[in-house]
């Protein structure tokens, strides 16, 4: 499983970003997507995430400003981010989670797998 980010960069406070995600391996419409980042010295912090079966949270601090969003045929995950704040400031990690059973009969079980992409920066300036 691979996740590709993309479509981070520098603007101005107030303004907008669509950021990418582009998977391969796993359908995005049978896993969970989300979108995470990380400011400097800060600890990765969920920003928001789509359930398999379509079902959203957000992160209050982006709640009416962020929306994630996915596109089946494509196999892309999106999340268009309005109002952006100098606090929006972070490093934007796409995640995927899945659960697989794995075996056979009784001794079948489920198995959780759990993969990141490689970060995109997001600069918002003031």
């Known amino acids: 499983v691979q996740l590709q980010a993309s479509g981070g960069g520098l603007v101005q406070a107030g303004g907008s970003l669509s950021l990418s995600c582009a998977a391969s391996g796993r359908t995005v419409s049978t896993s969970d997507m989300g979108w995470y980042r990380q400011a400097p010295g800060k600890q990765r912090e969920l920003v928001a995430i789509?359930?398999?079966?379509?079902?959203?949270n957000y992160a209050e601090s982006v709640k009416g400003r962020f929306t994630i969003s996915r596109d089946n045929a494509k196999n892309i995950v999106y999340m268009q981010m309005n109002g952006l704040k100098p606090e929006d400031t972070a490093i934007y990690y796409c995640n995927i989670q899945f659960e697989v059973v794995e075996g056979e009969g009784w001794n079948s079980r489920p198995r959780k797998y759990n993969y990141w992409g490689q970060g995109t920066l997001v600069t918002v300036s003031s």
């Open positions: 789509m359930k398999s079966g379509g079902d959203t």
